[in-house]
């Protein structure tokens, strides 16, 4: 009797936000927001926005009404809808994230007649976040100021997607994985997601490249646009290694391989290459004292 009362902890009950978007033409720039519940052990402070619960209680609603028609989509988002009021917890649903976008400007797709499928908005996630946010602060819209475009995540290609996921999968056992990749196949946004994906503190990412360009910039805020705490840095745009490794920043890191062959540490010409030896003499030091990765 006394081992069912310690073991025993009733399921709980709660709301989930849920976004996701459809990769087609007629669903361009659109995302769903919609609402499940899950049921669960784990107290409201432990469910914390795209975690396994969450997720899962996410597609096991929207298969419920996908899976039939064979609609392949993206799961973008999860979050508790539970909001503080007068000192106590209150569930809220989805129509009231929805009240808000309408209340900010954000317009709604329709696509039968009759105006029953109302989930769909012509927003981006970032945005649709602020709305979620607004709720749980007791705000009717969000500012204008806020609202953005366009900012999502990158919809990778079935090729690049089985990349990442094999590449996820090896670094889980192993320390090396190789990509036998052909040009323009997106191995630099690849390899940035899989380093957002497994929460790597600091990346190095080496190109062949004389001069980092600014696409290497463009693609790592692509990936990491949502993580405001990892920073960018190279030689001659973003931060310094030298400040980035000072202030313990999580970061990913471009370098080329030029600049290594310059390195004196390399066996290279110091005068020639004098502006770059100091970067990538902290470089180098840096990979000797933390975990890196093969390059992929």
Same mark, same amino acid.
């Given at each position: 009797?006394?081992?069912?009362?310690?073991?025993?902890?009733?399921?709980?009950?709660?709301?989930?936000?849920?976004?996701?978007?459809?990769?087609?033409?007629?669903?361009?720039?659109?995302?769903?927001?919609?609402?499940?519940?899950?049921?669960?052990?784990?107290?409201?402070?432990?469910?914390?926005?795209?975690?396994?619960?969450?997720?899962?209680?996410?597609?096991?609603?929207? $298969?419920?009404?996908?899976?039939? *028609?064979?609609? @392949?989509?993206?799961?973008?988002?999860?979050? !508790?809808? &539970?909001? #503080?009021?007068?000192?106590?917890?209150?569930?809220?649903?989805?129509?009231?994230?929805?009240?808000?976008?309408?209340?900010?400007?954000?317009?709604?797709?329709?696509?039968?007649?009759?105006?029953?499928?109302?989930?769909?908005?012509?927003?981006?996630?970032?945005?649709?976040?602020?709305?979620?946010?607004?709720?749980?602060?007791?705000?009717?819209?969000?500012?204008?100021?806020?609202?953005?475009?366009?900012?999502?995540?990158?919809?990778?290609?079935?090729?690049?997607?089985?990349?990442?996921?094999?590449?996820?999968?090896?670094?889980?056992?192993? $320390?090396?994985?190789?990509?036998? *990749?052909?040009? @323009?196949?997106?191995?630099?946004?690849?390899? !940035?997601? &899989?380093? #957002?994906?497994?929460?790597?503190?600091?990346?190095?990412?080496?190109?062949?490249?004389?001069?980092?360009?600014?696409?290497?910039?463009?693609?790592?805020?692509?990936?990491?646009?949502?993580?405001?705490?990892?920073?960018?840095?190279?030689?001659?745009?973003?931060?310094?290694?030298?400040?980035?490794?000072?202030?313990?920043?999580?970061?990913?890191?471009?370098?080329?391989?030029?600049?290594?062959?310059?390195?004196?540490?390399?066996?290279?010409?110091?005068?020639?290459?004098?502006?770059?030896?100091?970067?990538?003499?902290?470089?180098?030091?840096?990979?000797?004292?933390?975990?890196?990765?093969?390059?992929?």
């Amino acid at each position: 009797m006394s081992l069912l009362k310690n073991d025993f902890h009733p399921s709980l009950e709660y709301k989930v936000i849920y976004i996701f978007r459809i990769n087609d033409h007629e669903h361009k720039g659109l995302l769903k927001i919609g609402e499940a519940t899950v049921h669960t052990k784990k107290e409201v402070n432990e469910l914390t926005p795209n975690s396994n619960e969450l997720n899962y209680a996410a597609r096991e609603r929207i $298969d419920s009404y996908t899976s039939t *028609a064979g609609i @392949r989509y993206d799961l973008l988002h999860t979050e !508790l809808a &539970v909001l #503080k009021s007068k000192g106590h917890l209150k569930a809220f649903r989805d129509y009231k994230v929805h009240d808000v976008l309408k209340r900010s400007g954000i317009k709604q797709k329709f696509f039968d007649t009759n105006k029953k499928q109302n989930e769909w908005f012509k927003v981006d996630l970032e945005t649709a976040k602020l709305a979620i946010k607004a709720v749980k602060e007791g705000k009717r819209a969000i500012g204008q100021e806020t609202i953005t475009e366009g900012i999502n995540p990158i919809i990778f290609r079935p090729e690049q997607r089985d990349a990442i996921d094999k590449t996820i999968k090896q670094f889980k056992k192993h $320390d090396r994985m190789l990509w036998n *990749a052909k040009m @323009r196949f997106g191995k630099t946004l690849s390899a !940035l997601q &899989v380093a #957002k994906e497994m929460q790597f503190d600091r990346s190095i990412i080496v190109t062949h490249r004389p001069v980092v360009s600014e696409g290497w910039f463009d693609d790592f805020n692509k990936i990491f646009y949502d993580k405001p705490e990892y920073k960018f840095g190279s030689h001659k745009k973003g931060e310094s290694i030298q400040n980035l490794i000072l202030n313990e920043d999580k970061f990913v890191y471009f370098a080329s391989i030029q600049d290594l062959r310059g390195s004196s540490q390399v066996g290279g010409n110091y005068e020639k290459t004098q502006k770059s030896i100091k970067p990538i003499g902290i470089l180098l030091l840096l990979m000797k004292h933390m975990k890196v990765h093969k390059p992929i």
